[in-house]
């Protein structure tokens, strides 16, 4: 297991699961048998259940956005690896509402044919099932790539959203439209100078040399197109920001959401200095950072990077991200 | 600078206070020429400014526990070095209340010094002025090290409990009291499979075998006693809890706050392991685990490892523990 705490490399998530559950047991509760964890305490005013999932290795990602204001469930995988359809069925079943379940799908292959599997069953149950596709990295935005963009960061702020419109008792189809809009509104970079390594082989996901960076890398250390030579944090943060901005269209009179996100094996100095540089860039372009995250909220186990998300608010959206919410890892402030 | 994301080495730290300051500009404020962070809603009940302050490279620590029903003022020195005292007097004299300052001192011979600089010249302008020494970690309690135990994980605890006492109106000598009484309460212990990386060098700051654990590691990357070859985390959560009950002679009916903490460059789904197997063997005593938190809270750069702190409770701990705060890194639970 190299560089890992584990019993049984097999076992990392499994045990994991087990003192999630146990450290937040007032809160949110883990069916083993079934797999998905369960929020404790919705609000009773939601008429549709929210449901996602993915593969581990992502944490706080899914599991820790399940509580009050955001999911209702939560299915993981084993690591890297998408959910079975049975989890995501039963998970599905056990929180819909009167107005069914929304399943909000990080867009890689995998997933999608697992939710989509589970969303047929539901509908032949007579269980209404929407699906939120998130797909915010412009790491992959090419003709070229036929699979379009993956989901990333943007993922955690399309659960806060839809969490707070459901509370108010939004129904399915305009949460689903919804849901459609913060995506458009979302795009996310992310770069590495050190791979993740493999609980399984204990080895590095990939090699680099010292000082190069992978720029657009995957969540599952998917090589980037791009990798730098040794570069200055303002330059990259100077490329990084346009590549967003011209995906986004990004008006200069924009209001920004910025989440700089930590992929694992970063220090928290590197990313609040991410943070400075982006928010300079942001002013120069005329742009208002109207909120800030910073922190590990989409990580790719102990990859040595970070990604940033820009969303392009409204005062809807925005009146959403601050509703209250309480989750394990959800404190809508840095960390 | 090898794996870090910076644009001088030198800078990383000026930079990471700046972005800090962006990202919580409402809630606290970076006095960059007197070289602190100062609270901006301080409770107005306190009669007692808490300061605290360390080296850089533990983020969050101190600075996101500034903020309202935590520290009053914040001082980071340079990556791993002590504050210089007159930060320690700038800030100490703009918190300083009716009934003085407290400052929170971990247990490193350069920390001691330049606090007990301050406090002379404080106490020479007539602000009282007392200290609380943290020294809660296990891997230096032995006859034969005179600097005694090294202060680490219990100073979130320490900070958020004396926070909360000052919130009361408590005076100061009550509080040295009290601080004195939690620390005392206090164990900790730390191991790394792998060593931080210097932002300066870009090397680890030593090399371990592929499967080591450096077994009582600390903070700044000090050298164990012991490295274990590889084993089990079962085998090592047992050795760790042994070693922490027993310097603590924890009572078979204790109420036990638990903080499971990353040192930079651990996956949260170890973190969560990790607290599975510890709860274990503290039901096993006996104990009730009556708190737990998990994440990254006193960190030692990207180093790959983890921390354990018990804390054994009494009834008022636990309620200053659980009263509200509000600062960038506390959210009272795990993340």
Redesign the interface.
Known sequence: ????????ADE??G??????A???AGDVRWDERDGYVRALKPAPTRRVGLVSGGG??H??LHL?YVGTGMLDAACPGR?FASPHNRQIFAASRAVAGEDGVLHVVKNYTGDKINFGIAAERLAREGIPCGRVLVDDDVATESAEIATGRRGTGATVLVEKILGAAADTGMGLSDLVALGTDVVGRCRSLA?A??AHTS?AT?QAAFDLP??A?EYGVGIHGERARRTLQ?R???D?AEDMVAALADSLRLDARAQVVLLVNGL??????????????V?RLLDKRGASTVR?L???FV?A??M?G?SLTLMAADDATLAYYDAPADT??W?G???
Chains 1, 2 share one sequence.
């Open positions: 297991m190299g560089l890992y705490f584990a019993n049984v990392l998530v045990d994991a699961l087990a003192g999630f146990r450290a937040h581990s290795g944490e706080p820790g690591v770069v100078s050190a609980p204990g010292a000082g960076i040794e200055s944090l303002r990259l694992g094996g970063i220090t928290r100095l590197e990313l609040y200095a991410v943070l400075n540089e928010t800030t910073v922190g590990d990580t186990l102990d040595r970070f394990p890892a404190c402030r840095a960390g």
